[in-house]
């Protein structure tokens, strides 16, 4: 859109300080915003939200559900930039929809249709990335 501004957050994610976790937080903090819940402690402890340094890793972020006491997990080398600030919000997408059909039967537990489950990430990360949500 000619005459708009810029709605890239990179400059304001650096210049507010962020860093990988913040913005993990940030995202947790946007979904309990709508009374969605927070993350469980496992996934704080066993989330990989940068990339390690002691061995090589796919850095492709995606979403895990272990199905087991609400372990849930994100694999991601993130960067504290613009596309990770939206890419955050919606893997966790994916973990607020498996943490919201934790107590179905097994075979409830995948969405009707995978796009649904893109969806509800794609929502989330949109409505994060304006300077505003920071």
Wanted: proline content about 6%.
């Amino acid at each position: 859109y000619p005459n708009q501004p810029d709605m890239n957050v990179t400059s304001a994610l650096l210049q507010e300080g962020y860093n990988p976790l913040r913005m993990f937080k940030t995202a947790e903090s946007l979904f309990t915003s709508i009374g969605l819940r927070e993350m469980p402690e496992v996934f704080w402890e066993k989330s990989m939200i940068v990339r390690p340094d002691d061995r090589e890793v796919s850095c492709h972020a995606t979403s895990w559900d272990f199905y087991h006491n609400s372990d849930v997990r994100i694999k991601m080398c993130t960067e504290v930039n613009h596309w990770h600030f939206g890419v955050v919000h919606h893997e966790m997408g994916h973990i607020q929809y498996f943490l919201q059909y934790e107590d179905q039967p097994m075979l409830y537990k995948d969405g009707a249709n995978p796009g649904f489950h893109e969806a509800v990430g794609d929502t989330m990360a949109l409505s994060a990335m304006t300077p505003s949500h920071l």
